[in-house]
């Protein structure tokens, strides 16, 4: 089992500086990739996600790739001049537009990527590849091995739930014995007190006794109960995804629980179903973030 929340980091280093990779990922239906990281990157964006695709089933993932040059390199760095002059016009009559006030320095027009190209950006895509492919690998390698240490912290979360949700079904089991044999106290007793003494119909009751039996029978509902409580069991210890087929057991769970209430006529198991409910819900919020 393997949580969809986790990060990883790394760095690739060059002459003229160096690239830092970040892979973050948290929650999410479907696999899901967004990029931050330098324009002279973009056309790597497809063998990133492929890599992506590989490595990950499900979850929001964000890429974010940044270039921080070196002291060394900061001599192979070209100052585009054309770009500052058109950046600052545009500036300017933005500035006249809006009446805004505020001088605009060359600190402020250095820090716009397509003023200052540096050396590095000059690479082909092949060799920006064979640069960060190493630093994204050993990224995703730090997001897995996060995804599955809360992975094991989630499993056992839900596992110890489960065995509540087991010891709670054995209670309802017992008390749906009970329920029947109560009700016919019952009933025979408001039948003593109506028939003021006259002689109780036996076999009447028997079948009024026997018809509730039948419309609150809960077996099946139990049976199949604790074959879905198997079933998220074995589910669980898969290293395979399987965050959706969790789901959906859970659902069957609740469906079975749900039935148990409707058809039972004691304020004991009412209780109980009620507990179960809950605890399959909060797993369900676990299950939520489970790849």
């Given at each position: ?286 299950v939520q973030n489970v790849e």
């Amino acid at each position: 089992m393997k949580s969809m929340t986790g990060f990883g980091r790394a760095e690739a280093k060059t002459s003229g500086g160096v690239y830092s990779v970040e892979v973050s990922a948290v929650n999410n239906r479907f696999l899901d990739v967004s990029f931050r990281m330098p324009r002279h990157l973009a056309a790597n964006e497809g063998k990133i996600r492929a890599l992506i695709q590989k490595s990950l089933e499900r979850g929001k993932v964000n890429i974010l790739v940044n270039f921080e040059r070196s002291h060394s390199g900061a001599g192979q760095s070209l100052f585009n001049e054309d770009a500052a002059l058109a950046y600052l016009k545009q500036i300017r009559a933005f500035q006249r537009k809006h009446k805004l006030s505020g001088d605009i320095n060359v600190t402020d027009l250095l820090a716009i990527p397509e003023v200052v190209r540096g050396g590095q950006e000059s690479r082909n895509d092949n060799d920006l590849w064979k640069l960060l492919s190493p630093a994204l690998e050993k990224a995703l390698a730090g997001l897995r091995t996060m995804r599955e240490r809360e992975g094991k912290r989630l499993k056992s979360d839900m596992l110890g739930r489960l065995k509540k949700i087991v010891t709670g079904v054995k209670r309802i089991d017992k008390k749906s014995d009970k329920v029947m044999v109560e009700y016919r106290q019952r009933m025979e007793r408001r039948l003593h007190e109506l028939l003021n003494g006259a002689q109780l119909d036996k076999r009447r009751l028997e079948e009024e006794v026997a018809l509730l039996a039948e419309k609150s029978d809960i077996c099946e509902e139990i049976t199949r109960l604790n074959s879905h409580i198997d079933e998220f069991t074995d589910a669980a210890k898969s290293s395979k995804p399987i965050g959706k087929r969790l789901n959906f057991i859970l659902q069957e769970m609740n469906r079975e629980v749900n039935t148990i209430g409707s058809k039972s006529a004691s304020g004991m198991i009412s209780s109980e179903v009620i507990q179960l409910k809950e605890e399959i819900e909060r797993i369900r919020e676990q299950v939520q973030n489970v790849e």
